[in-house]
Antibody, heavy 121, light 108 residues
Framework: QVQLVQSGAEVKKPGASVKVSCKASGYTFTSYGISWVRQAPGQGLEWMGWISAYNGNTNYAQKLQGRVTMTTDTSTSTAYMELRSLRSDDTAVYYC??????????????WGKGTTVTVSS | EIVLTQSPGTLSLSPGERATLSCRASQSVSSSYLAWYQQKPGQAPRLLIYGASSRATGIPDRFSGSGSGTDFTLTISRLEPEDFAVYYCQQYGSSRITFGQGTRLEIK
């Protein structure tokens, strides 16, 4: 079955970086994009960006430009999201999701279970 | 950036009743590129509707979506106990994807 399996919870200090992985299975990885969405405690969903698993093209949310990098490894069908210069307000559950649609215009039809990232001194 | 405003913030209904959730966009959503998601506590969101009115795989037909332009609606025809959750709309008609702030559907 189609699934996305994310890496485990992380605790980081302010100013550090975190890299979350998302391993896809059950479908042709390069035929879809991967989107990343985060959710701060008790808050709504925030779109972070998208990467094409076909050619590596990316599209990031403006507020995260310069701090976030999304990559893929097609040999292992794994997507990665790295966030740098962490702040306390980056504390959230980070989800990866399969992006279905055309290029930047997609909905998210399969989701990982989420990775909790806690930023605390 | 397209801002999505969902209403009401909280909806209190009983099982068996009909639920109507609204999502209004600050500008027209091209090609009706609007999706709805359900999220239960401690779980990832689940896709319900895409393209404003197409049900995702495995979604019961009591869920339906409608609307175009700036006004969209998610209707649950007859609430089941498992439907009480938070619902989000998402637009994908622009390269900057946005979500609404959510509607909490609670048991009355």
């Amino acid at each position: 079955q189609v699934q996305l399996v994310q890496s485990g919870a992380e605790v980081k200090k302010p100013g550090a970086s975190v890299k979350v992985s998302c391993k896809a299975s059950g479908y042709t990885f390069t035929s879809y994009g991967i989107s990343w969405v985060r959710q701060a405690p008790g808050q709504g969903l925030e779109w972070m960006g998208w990467i094409s698993a076909y050619n590596g093209n990316t599209n990031y949310a403006q507020k995260l430009q310069g701090r976030v990098t999304m990559t893929t490894d097609t040999s292992t069908s794994t997507a990665y999201m790295e966030l740098r210069s962490l702040r306390s307000d980056d504390t959230a559950v980070y989800y990866c999701a399969r992006a279905t649609g055309y290029y930047y215009y997609y909905y998210m039809d399969v989701w990982g279970k989420g990775t909790t990232v806690t930023v605390s001194s | 950036e397209i801002v999505l405003t969902q209403s009401p913030g909280t909806l209190s209904l009983s099982p068996g009743e009909r639920a109507t959730l609204s999502c209004r966009a600050s500008q027209s959503v091209s090609s009706s590129y609007l999706a709805w998601y359900q999220q239960k506590p401690g779980q990832a969101p689940r896709l319900l509707i895409y393209g404003a009115s197409s049900r995702a795989t495995g979604i019961p037909d009591r869920f339906s979506g409608s609307g175009s332009g700036t006004d969209f609606t998610l209707t649950i025809s007859r609430l089941e106990p498992e439907d009480f959750a938070v619902y989000y709309c998402q637009q994908y008609g622009s390269s900057r994807i946005t979500f609404g702030q959510g509607t909490r559907l609670e048991i009355k």
